[in-house]
């Protein structure tokens, strides 16, 4: 943990705000704010990434995703008084800010808005950008609280506004902490309350000198994601992941009957997001490319491994699953997504359409064998061409032994 010690501002009785980083990619910020009298006000825990669309000088459209905040400071946080509800107030990058204020009734709070600013003139996050300058967005959520509970929400949860997309998970906040204490009574969600499902993850570790053991086949499952107007993405698969830290390999089939999938869908990238207990998410992030196919882009993991440690990988360049816009994706057989030396998945059934899904159905799909084919194809003509060569050759000898077999007659 890392903590800044904040000087107070008048009326806010500020006095130190701490932040934990988490996983690859993603920061767990956990806040912790105190007034005057060093008794807790208000407390939050929570993950968030930003997706950004922006247009490029030469006309084309781009998405960049921000998960790594940089150095974040905490201008402008406080407990809030009687002219002002409490604020968090998140700064990061260069020119980018997040803020949450939350507001009090008779017997309740409120998550009463969050907005957040980017700057596109920032041009290490936002190369070739065409609108150069500052851009806020602005969410009214007004979620309301019982006073002296604890919201909590580890579902994955989506804003989406124009061409920007924030996604939030793992959230724990109380705002009008009472008696410096905060509560331990959780008030749910929504998607935490209907979500019933409780992953179990076979999983074998080998000792560090040897392979990992050989995982049965795993069982495929089927995976969607809406957008409001029905089904956006949807996904089949069996999913085997194979993780090597500190030397030790071990192999995990993810069972689809206790795993919960979200994610979110735009004109040009769409999210795949599977969580369960131990998988705190495991990101397939697809995108367009040439305005006319689709690949995997991007695969983000972190979970937790048996012996207590977190495991977390992320690749954002990726090139797999390629195939038109408006078709699906399809392979039966093995085959390995390796996102870096230490981390691989092994998919199996594989079928998948991230794009363009009409009446919840998958369209036609382009087979992976197609691409064994291609390679067959110049083998093929290859071996033919050689065939006819060594006749060519074979005729030639015999042509011309017997043309000097003649001669040797006279």
């Given amino acids: 943990m890392v903590c800044f010690r904040v000087f107070p501002v008048p009326g806010s009785g500020l006095v130190l705000v701490c932040l934990v980083l988490g996983a690859l990619r993603s920061y767990a910020l956990e806040l912790t704010l105190q007034d005057s009298g060093k008794a807790t006000c208000l407390y939050a825990k929570w993950q968030m990434t930003f997706r950004v669309r922006y247009e490029t000088t030469n006309k084309t459209y781009k998405t960049q995703t921000i998960s790594d905040l940089g150095t974040v400071t905490y201008n402008g946080s406080i407990c809030g008084d009687e002219q002002s509800g409490p604020r968090i107030a998140v700064q990061f990058r260069s020119g980018f800010s997040w803020i949450a204020n939350f507001t009090k009734a008779a017997s309740t709070y409120s998550i009463d808005s969050i907005s957040f600013s980017y700057n596109t003139s920032d041009d290490t996050t936002f190369p070739d ?11 009214p959520l007004a979620i309301k609280i019982p006073l002296n509970k604890i919201f909590r929400c580890s ?12 996604h939030y998970w793992d959230v724990h906040v109380q705002a009008f902490v009472q008696n410096g ?10 998607k935490d309350k209907t ?8 999983t074998t570790v080998p000792s560090p000198t040897t392979a990992p053991t050989p995982k049965e086949k795993p069982e495929a499952g089927t995976y969607s994601v809406n957008n409001g107007n029905g089904t956006c993405l949807l996904a089949t698969m069996g999913l085997q992941l194979n993780i090597t830290q500190d030397k030790v390999a071990s192999v995990i089939n993810i069972n689809p009957n206790t795993t919960h999938s979200t994610g979110s869908c735009q004109s040009h990238t769409a999210l795949l997001r599977l ?17 006319n196919r ?17 495991f977390s990988i992320a690749n954002n360049n990726l090139s797999y699953w390629d195939a038109p816009l408006g078709s699906s994706y399809m392979c039966n057989k093995e085959q390995t997504v390796s996102v870096s030396g230490a981390f691989q998945i092994n998919t199996f059934d594989l079928r998948v359409q991230p794009f363009n899904v009409i009446e919840g159905k998958y369209s036609t799909a382009q087979d992976c064998s197609a691409d064994d084919d291609n390679f067959l194809v110049p083998i093929a003509v290859g071996a033919a061409l050689a065939g006819v060569l060594i006749l060519v050759l074979l005729a030639y000898f015999i042509g011309l032994k017997c043309h000097h077999a003649g001669y040797e007659q006279f």
């Fill in 129 to 139: 950008a065409k609108d150069k300058g500052m851009h806020t967005v602005y969410h």
């Fill in 294 to 310: 689709f690949y995997l882009k991007e695969v983000n993991v972190s979970m937790n491994l048996v012996n207590g440690s977190v």
């Fill in 275 to 291: 969580n369960s207990s131990t998988i705190k998410y495991l990101d397939f992030v697809f995108a367009v490319k040439n305005e």
């Fill in 155 to 166: 579902s994955l949860s989506t804003l989406e506004n124009n061409d920007v997309v924030q």
């Fill in 195 to 202: 979500s019933t499902v409780v992953p179990t993850i076979h």
């Fill in 181 to 190: 204490t905060v509560s331990k009574n959780e008030f749910l969600c929504d």
